[in-house]
């Protein structure tokens, strides 16, 4: 993420003081965001977990184009790869693996597991981060409104916190999923079987569920931003209330803002998984890897490499995204207990 | 005291109302047709439109919603029809108050439903609950001993793997190779206590407790980690230490307190929530909670029992909030003001 | 047509692999092992033990009159609800599509045009509490069907067979149920069933010569206790007339139930020819998925011995089935047909239909689905199993599909190529793939295909008359074994064609010359006659391609090594008959 307002970052930086001083003496001259990218390089756990999601993202978004082009054949059958005689199971070991599919293939249908596990990275990741997108937006907005203006807005706002924390999460997705899918699917060009309508459905009800959260916490920064003289000051020379937000106050939540980003795609990747065991959300023949965990759910004895793979994946980047936060918690926060 | 208490109080049933009115209203603003789900596949209009009154579909949305609150407060009868009550009373059901619904699918009242799922969600909850608390502090605790150590790392990064996995992959690992193919557990199935004894009760649900505990220790691993490495740094600790009191009791006398205040708040809204149903892992192990419960509601399309559930899952939420938030006032005087 | 479960479709398989069979006996044969004493437990067919049936999916009604599923109206035919007649146990179709007496004396009597038809009930015959079954029993169950806005779900054949006039505002008939119907429904209803001591008489709108296979194979014509009736609230009730009776008198949707001895059941009333009734208990096991049920039945230890199972073997366990677990797998075809329909308001042109024919690669479809212990091939709309079925010759010889022949014909008309076609189905993995596999072909001729999977509303789609869809996927069972319950409720374009919906016709097929036959085979007052005009119009709907036959779906499971007597029979709509069915203890 590019920072751009380099004068103002020091005001979110909580209690500088509390490093030790010969490190103050040693570094003495750098940006707090430098401080924090040094103290971020400087742990192992977090630059790797940094290189597994940045992998990850370079898949996703690889991929459509290698499917484009042909490397990728997420697809394509090949019929002779299986054997019918067994109910379609790979022919050869470790789940028809050979040079051309490395995975091996899928069982029933031979198409490629290496192709559909990569391009599946691809939706998965695009649900999470347009959830991820949605609930930050939202709550993001809310915070800040609710923490500066305070009044009856804060108390709305937080009636409305409390009323979307109290619906069950799951429940309401799983519930609402035949009639929100159609519903979703009449604003969208596709039909309700179609994969735009079924994953915007998941996104949206993440997102719709997922803000109050990142309102809680933005809420809390801006309490604390709002009493900042640069701030009086925007209000003093009569600057809108949209300026305010926006250009003054936002810039200095960055911070909070990356961690909660960086640990709440963790989380809808994870929702996405679930939900295609129940069923909601895009559905194959396009891959996620969740819809492809679900359907192997069948072979785990049988095939179990074609069980274990996608779930291992899910682990992987998930594992990853919750230490990358937790390293970049660290970074800016040096104070933070490890 | 006592009028923070009622003031929480009235907040809650306040939300709990505004809940149950934006549940009808997200059920039934859809563009979907409840009566023509229920009636069937052969259905001719005329007989979609029976169906729709006698389901009482054909009313609005509000009208349905007050019918409902109603019905929680003093009971109803379903269908509501004055003549058919004196021709053939044995077609009229009694829902006594608190009504939740009727479930015109299974022809019992939503109550009778969650009556008989909801000891098993809580036997779930409870054995699971004891799992992951007494595992995850434990866990926490000895990582924090050996910080930095192979222990450490260990404890942590296998608990963060487990939390990683898809709940449904870690349950259908367990169902399939633990009790199937090595045969090492009995396929669980839900038995009470009255029928299997304690031994029954608990043999039979150890597995999915096991799932729902490996999700959910994760995050109180690092928790307790973290608070006991915190308050080791503390001066009253080091005091203690000074003062040449032995390791263990410092730290299950003096840290452990301190840890305990967050770590009871978590446990008890995690607790709350897992009462209302843990849907992956019940319908993994094919236990009839309220998780359950819910799948099979949304897969027959019964709008009463889902809007039931939402209701009451909400009900829990909400009164542990309070209990949560009335215990911070009992700890901490101040909160009482705010 | 017995509902034909979508999801049931995910499976499976061909010639009965009768090895575990043919030690188990014939239930059908002179032998009754029923009248052997309980002592000698251990041997097999004898009396004892707990037979475990695992079920997957939910039953939606258990109530005679709502239930309409294959497999649950066998199950309970041979446990808990009798009727006047019943089919027997047996393997050979000719034997058991012939219904025998079971509460009734004899087979019915019917007058000269089938129009009127008579049964006596048996004396001694009683219910579960002991009460003798009386003709006012059978009358009030056939009235609840009429309860249209009450009792939902089941078939409804009376409200059109019965003769009670129609309203003509509802398009329903005036007699609207024994709950709240008007004194001229009730007196006109009371007129087309009449009670004279035991003898019951049925009188018709037209002819219904094989009525009696609509009563064995459905339980719409079942008896039903007035003072018993909750209407809706009596879906998961289960009061017996037969060997078992339910534990704690109701079904648990989503857990099943325990069948035990009805000790008010008089096995002399009876035939072992319908039921042995062997195990001591039944226990109905619903919601594990399939593949836990066959990870249990594969493994076979503990309760799982004794089980048996309506779900199909997943093409995922078929590589585990072999050895001495396949002498426990039985392969037999199922009283369903998969077709696909073209939509006759888009594609109006004869040449495109022959050609999309041509094209239609059944054998890849059934392939890509499992291969041949999923589907065999079908040549017809109506499963072999039916009486009088013949191959449609239409659809006779090579099912591979052939896109060039297709292409000639698509370019000898002069029809522009490629031509843009939608494909809808019902959405399942296996179902993608398969439509997959058609598309090949298809393309290859000349089609332009685009596939269109749709969820759980399938039906309500196609049925729309304004769908969008030019080929849809269907699959249907004869509800008795005849075809009269196949092609006539499927392509008689009258009944089916309304505004809102074409009904179960789902191209919206019109044809004169098919219903003209349909008609004569409604009015033939014998068998023979209604078949040979059913044959007839089967080749009809042949020549104008009104649907093209895809496979036959095959039942492939496996049970418990210690259940004993177990068979598929086509009075169990080829699930595992519970009639002859026992455990070895």
């Known amino acids: 993420m590019t920072v751009q307002a380099s004068n103002l970052e020091s005001e979110h930086l909580p209690d500088p003081t509390g490093a030790p001083e010969s490190d103050i003496a040693k570094i003495a001259g750098k940006s707090p965001t430098k401080l924090a990218m040094d103290r971020f390089r400087r742990d192992k756990l977090s630059m790797i977990s940094f290189t597994v999601v940045a992998v990850y993202v370079l898949i996703g978004i690889s991929a459509p184009f290698l499917v484009k082009f042909g490397v990728l054949d997420p697809t394509g059958f090949n019929k002779e790869l299986v054997d019918p005689s067994t109910g379609g199971l790979p022919i050869g070991s470790y789940g028809g693996a050979s040079w051309d599919h490395p995975f091996g293939v899928e069982p029933g249908t031979g198409r490629d597991v290496l192709s559909r596990l990569l391009y599946g990275v691809t939706f998965s990741l695009t649900i999470a981060i347009s959830a991820t997108i949605i609930a930050i937006v939202i709550g993001t907005v809310l915070g800040i409104i609710s923490g500066f203006t305070g009044g009856w807005v804060d108390s709305i706002i937080g009636r409305a916190i409390d009323l979307t924390l109290s619906f069950p999460q799951t429940l309401m997705l799983l519930a609402l999923s035949s009639m929100g899918v159609a519903t979703v699917a009449k604003f969208m060009p596709g039909g309700e079987s179609d994969n735009l309508p079924n994953g915007a459905y998941v996104v949206i009800v993440l997102g719709l569920f997922g803000w109050p959260g990142i309102a809680r916490i933005i809420r809390g920064q801006v309490l604390s931003v709002r009493e900042r003289e640069f701030v009086d000051a925007a209000v003093l020379i009569g600057a809108s209330r949209r300026r305010i937000y926006f250009k003054e106050i936002l810039p200095n939540l960055w911070a909070p803002l990356l961690v909660t980003f960086t640990l709440t795609m963790p989380a809808y990747i994870s929702a996405e998984a679930a939900l295609s065991f129940l069923g909601v959300g895009i559905i194959p023949p396009t891959p996620t890897l969740g819809n492809i965990l679900r359907s192997s759910i069948n072979y785990s004895i049988g095939d179990f490499m074609f069980f274990f793979t996608p779930a291992f994946l899910i682990m992987v980047i998930v594992v990853s995204f919750n230490l990358l936060g937790d390293g970049i918690r660290d970074a800016l926060d040096p104070k933070a207990a490890r | ?338 | 047509m017995v509902k034909y479960r979508k999801r049931l479709l995910a499976a499976t398989a061909a010639i009965a692999l009768a090895a575990g069979l043919a030690a188990c006996g014939g239930g059908s044969d002179d032998k009754s092992p029923d009248n052997s004493p309980t002592g000698d437990a251990g041997a097999e067919g004898a009396k004892g033990g707990t037979l475990y049936y695992y079920i997957y999916a939910p039953y939606e009604h258990v109530d005679p009159q709502r239930t309409y599923v294959g497999v649950e109206l066998t199950n309970f035919r041979r446990t808990i609800y009798r009727s006047l007649v019943a089919f027997p146990i047996s393997e050979d179709a000719d034997v058991a599509n012939t219904p025998v007496p079971d509460l009734a004396t004899d087979v019915g009597t019917k007058n000269d045009d089938a129009t009127e038809w008579s049964f006596t009930i048996k004396d001694g015959v009683k219910w579960e509490d002991g009460q003798p079954i009386t003709c006012d029993d059978f009358k009030y169950g056939a009235s609840r069907v009429f309860a249209t806005d009450v009792i939902t779900g089941g078939p409804n054949y009376l409200l059109s067979y019965l003769d009670v006039p129609t309203d003509k505002s509802t398009g329903l008939p005036i007699y609207t149920g024994p709950y709240n119907s008007s004194p001229e429904g009730q007196a006109a209803f009371d007129k087309a069933i009449t009670c004279d001591g035991n003898t019951i008489t049925y009188k018709f709108n037209k002819p219904w010569p094989d009525f009696p296979l609509a009563v064995a194979s459905l339980s719409m014509m079942d008896p039903y206790r007035k003072d018993k009736d909750q209407g809706a609230k009596s879906n998961y009730q289960m009061f017996s007339n037969g060997p078992y009776r339910i534990e704690g008198s109701m079904w648990n949707k989503n857990k099943g139930a325990t069948f035990v001895r009805n000790d008010n059941y008089d096995e002399t009333t009876d035939s072992t020819d319908i039921r042995m009734a062997l195990p001591e208990e039944i226990v109905f096991n619903v919601g594990q998925t399939t593949e836990t049920i066959y990870d249990q039945l594969i493994q076979d230890s503990g309760d799982a011995q004794y089980a048996v199972t309506s779900q199909r073997v997943p093409p995922a366990y078929y590589s585990q089935i072999v050895g001495d677990i396949e002498n426990r797998s039985v392969l037999v075809p199922s009283p369903y047909v998969d077709y696909l329909v073209p939509n006759f308001r888009r594609l109006t042109d004869p040449a495109v239909r022959e050609a999309l024919k041509v094209a239609t690669d059944a054998e890849g479809w059934i392939n890509a689905g499992g291969g041949e212990k999923a589907y065999a091939p079908a040549e017809s709309i109506v499963n072999p199993a039916v009486i009088g079925y013949q191959d449609n010759p239409a659809f006779s010889g090579p099912q591979a599909g052939d896109p060039d022949a297709a292409k000639k014909i698509l370019d000898d008309a002069g029809v522009q190529t490629p031509y843009p076609i939608k494909f809808t189905y019902p959405q399942s993995d296996t179902a993608d793939k398969q439509a997959a596999a058609l598309r090949e072909t298809w393309n290859k001729a000349g089609f332009d295909v685009t596939l269109d999977p749709l969820g759980d509303t399938y039906y309500d789609v196609v049925q729309q008359p304004d769908k969008d869809s030019d080929v849809m996927w269907a699959g249907w069972g004869s509800d008795w074994p005849s075809a009269i319950t196949v092609t006539p409720p499927l392509f008689d374009s009258r009944p089916n064609l309304t505004a809102n919906s074409d009904g179960q016709d789902y191209g919206a097929y019109k044809s004169d010359e098919f219903n003209k036959l349909v008609d004569e085979a409604a009015n033939a007052a014998d068998v023979d006659a209604q078949t040979a005009a059913l044959q007839k119009a089967d080749e009809v709907l042949g020549k104008d391609v009104a649907y093209i036959p895809l496979e036959i779906a095959q039942f492939y499971f496996l049970h418990g090594s210690k259940v004993t007597g177990y068979m598929n029979t086509p009075a169990s709509s080829m699930y595992p008959d519970l009639g002859p069915i026992g455990v070895e203890q």
Request: net charge positive; proline share 4%.
């Open chain 2, 1 to 338: 005291m006592f009028a923070y208490v009622v003031r929480r109080l009235f907040i809650g049933v306040i939300l709990l109302i505004v809940m149950s009115l934006v549940t009808f209203m997200l059920f039934f603003l859809m563009p979907q047709d409840p009566a023509r789900v229920a009636c069937g596949k052969n259905c001719s209009i005329a007989q979609i439109k029976q169906t729709e009154k006698a389901l009482g579909y054909d009313k609005p949305a509000l009208t349905q919603w007050v019918d409902f609150l109603q019905g929680v407060v003093v009971g109803r009868e379903y269908p509501e029809d004055k003549t058919l009550r004196e021709k053939a009373p044995e077609l009229i059901s009694d829902c006594a108050a608190p009504c939740l619904g009727y479930s015109r699918v299974n022809q019992v009242t939503v109550a009778s439903e969650i009556k008989e799922a909801f000891p098993v969600s809580l036997s779930l909850a409870v054995l699971a609950f004891l799992m992951w608390i007494i595992g995850g502090v434990l866990f926490g605790v000895i990582a924090a001993v050996t910080k930095g150590t192979v222990i450490d790392r260990g404890i942590v990064a296998l608990s963060l793997v487990f939390y990683a996995f898809p709940t449904f992959f870690i349950g259908l690992f367990l169902l399939k190779f633990i009790a199937i193919k090595w045969g090492l557990v009995d396929v669980p199935s839900y038995t009470t206590i009255a029928e299997g004894g304690i031994g029954g009760w608990l043999s039979n649900l150890f597995l999915p407790s096991l799932t729902l505990a490996l999700f959910f220790m994760a995050g109180y691993v690092r928790m307790t980690r973290a608070f006991v490495l915190e308050s080791m740094t503390e001066d009253y600790i080091r005091t203690a230490r000074a003062k040449g009191l032995k390791r263990g009791p410092v730290l299950f006398k003096h840290t452990m307190r301190a840890a305990l205040t967050p770590l009871v708040t978590m446990a008890g809204l995690d607790f709350a929530g897992l009462m209302g149903g843990a849907i992956i892992t019940e319908s993994v192990f094919n236990f009839n909670g309220l998780g359950k419960l819910v799948v099979d509601a949304n897969v027959s399309y019964d709008l009463p029992t889902l809007i039931g559930l939402v209701v009451l899952l909400g009900a829990f939420v909400i009164v542990a909030n309070i209990i949560v938030d009335v215990l911070y006032a009992v700890i901490d005087p101040r909160v009482r003001v705010a």
